[in-house]
Every structure is written in C-alpha cells, then in structure tokens.
C-alpha cells in the first residue's frame, strides 16, 4: 500500500513545500536570532524594562515546560532532546507526507510547520547550548519563556480556533 502511494506521487505534499519550508526555517531563524542576542547582551538573570508589562530576563532553562525540572544537576537534558526528536520526526511526517494526515488543509499545514519551528528552536538549543534560553518575561506571570514557545502556543491556539470555526461551519451546511 505504501509503494503504491509512493508510485502514484500522493505520497509527499509536494505543493506549498517551498512556502511551509521556508515558514519553518525563517521562524527557527528568527527564534534563534532572538536568543543569541539575549545570551549576548543581558548577563545571566539580567532583566530590562522594553514595556510596562514585559521584561526581557535572560534565564537558562534547563527543564521542561514552564521550567518544571529546571535544574543542571539533573541531567535530564538527554531525555528531553530524544521526546523532543521524536515530536519533530512525527509533525515532519505530518506536514510533508500523507502518513500521518490522508486529508489534511493546506492552513492546518501552516499550523503545524509554526508548531514544528518552536519545537525545532528548542530542540537546536538543548543540543548545541545544553538549555534553552528564555528571556520573554511577562512581569504578571511568573514564567519566563522565549519565541520558540511563542509558536508552539499560538500554532496549539490556531488549530483549536480551526476546529470549533469549520466544525461549526460544517454543521450548519449540513443542517439547511
């Protein structure tokens, strides 16, 4: 079954592959860029003022999500980088095949790549820093996070907001 995906060439997306490639790439670049800059111009735990109500903190974060397990002696960053391989492979298969998704629109493709660019950001600094650097700091929630989350998050975000708008859609088309 397989091979016969692969002759008939329904097996890869090939169709956008160049706008959802690009989209990945520019977001883990511009994440990326955004936490040199930090590293490079704030000392560790430095905070400055940019809003009233946001602070760029630099912290390394050494955990996971919302800094749980945020300690070096742990030594968990191994676990982390495997978990977070893993997502990646899966949401790769899922934006460029038909393995994951047989029927899947191109804007929940566009979702997916912005949720596999921060998990991408993540990843590139837990193997080549050994943490994740964070530094968005919102003074009114006590976590601090980075760009990278910020994808993750809205890309969540919009496909919930997609599923309740063309499921409503959906039912009311069939209803009249």
């Known amino acids: 079954m397989l091979r016969e995906r692969v002759k008939k060439g329904s097996f890869f997306k090939t169709q956008n592959f160049l706008t959802l490639f690009t989209l990945i790439i520019g ?3 511009i994440d990326q860029i955004s936490k040199y800059l930090i590293e490079a111009n704030l000392n560790l735990y430095e905070s400055v003022k940019i809003f009233v109500l946001l602070d760029f903190t ?4 050494f955990g996971g999500a919302f800094n749980l397990f945020n300690d070096a002696t742990l030594d968990i960053g191994i676990i982390f980088i495997f978990l977070v391989s893993l997502i990646c492979l899966y949401l790769l ?3 460029f095949t038909n393995l ?6 191109f804007r929940e493709r566009i ?3 912005v949720i596999l660019a921060g998990g991408l950001g993540n990843l590139l600094d837990r ?4 943490y994740v650097v964070d530094f968005i700091d919102i003074t009114f929630n006590p976590y601090v996070f980075n760009l990278a989350d910020c994808f993750v998050t809205l890309g969540i975000i919009f496909l919930i907001i997609d599923s309740f708008f063309y499921t409503n859609v959906r039912k009311d088309n069939k209803v009249s």
């Open 93 to 95: 298969l899922a934006i």
């Open 58 to 61: 630099f912290i390394k974060n």
């Open 127 to 130: 193997i080549y820093r050994g």
């Open 111 to 113: 979702y997916w790549s």
């Open 100 to 105: 994951v998704f047989k029927k899947i629109k």
């Open 27 to 29: 977001l883990v670049t």
